[in-house]
Nanobody
Framework: QLQFVESGGGLVQPGGSLRLSCEAS????????IGWFRQAPGKERAGVAC????????YYGDFVQGRFTISRDNARNTVYLQMNSLKPEDTGYYLC???????????????????WGQGTQVTVSS
């Protein structure tokens, strides 16, 4: 069964940090661009970040503004999202996705990835 197992979410104060992990099961990350999306109540789902395979080119949503870093470790079949300087508006459900292609593409945030993880909740609140 192809699936992702996300972890690392939780409750954090504004200005704090979290590191999300996304481990693939049933398939290898090789040859796939991997991304993170988030879903917040009352808001449209938004692309957070994407990382290509090979050269590991990275792309971020405009709202990230240098605060997050996406990385991958194909040997561990895992992708990470380091989130710093978190804001209350970052609250949401963060989902890991896998694309059919190895590159993200300029429209990665609007492209249907194909495989979605179950997600992990991130709450930023004092």
């Amino acid at each position: 069964q192809l699936q992702f197992v996300e972890s690392g979410g939780g409750l954090v104060q504004p200005g704090g940090s979290l590191r999300l992990s996304c481990e693939a099961s049933g398939f290898t990350l090789d040859g796939h661009a991997i991304g993170w999306f988030r879903q917040a109540p009352g808001k449209e789902r938004a692309g957070v970040a994407c990382i290509s395979d090979g050269r590991s080119d990275t792309y971020y949503g405009d709202f990230v503004q240098g605060r997050f870093t996406i990385s991958r470790d194909n040997a561990r079949n895992t992708v990470y999202l380091q989130m710093n300087s978190l804001k209350p508006e970052d609250t949401g459900y963060y989902l890991c996705v896998a694309y059919h292609l190895e590159t993200c593409g300029r429209m990665w945030y609007a492209t249907d990835p194909g495989l979605w993880g179950q997600g992990t909740q991130v709450t930023v609140s004092s």
